[in-house]
């Protein structure tokens, strides 16, 4: 492992450690990547292969288009109720490509 993903992984590791709820995944194939803006942020939506739920983040800026790639996450689980319908989502704290 080079120094670099040595510390990607302790840095995980902390965060992990100082909020339970969240979740860190490795190696995940991105099958979708979608950005719409909304006022000052571009709202980024990314299915991964074998998971029915999305997984969102923000951004200022355009993001380089992810689907294809193999990506590692640090998200949390969530719900939003959109038209009197809950539906889980992902809120992506950390995204970056394996």
């Known amino acids: 492992m080079s120094s670099n993903n040595l510390k990607q992984a302790k840095a995980t590791k902390k ?16 099958s979708s990547h979608t950005q719409r803006k909304e ?3 571009f709202i980024n939506t990314v299915m991964i ?18 689907k294809g790639t193999v990506v590692n996450l640090t998200y949390y689980p969530s719900t939003e109720e959109l038209a ?13 490509r394996a």
């Open 15 to 30: 965060l992990l450690e100082k909020h339970p709820k969240l979740i860190h995944s490795e190696n995940k194939k991105v």
């Open 84 to 96: 009197g319908m809950a539906f889980e989502v992902m809120h992506v704290v950390r995204i970056r």
């Open 39 to 41: 006022d000052e942020w």
């Open 49 to 66: 292969e074998d998971s029915e739920v999305p997984f969102r983040f923000k951004r200022k800026k355009l993001y380089r288009n992810l």
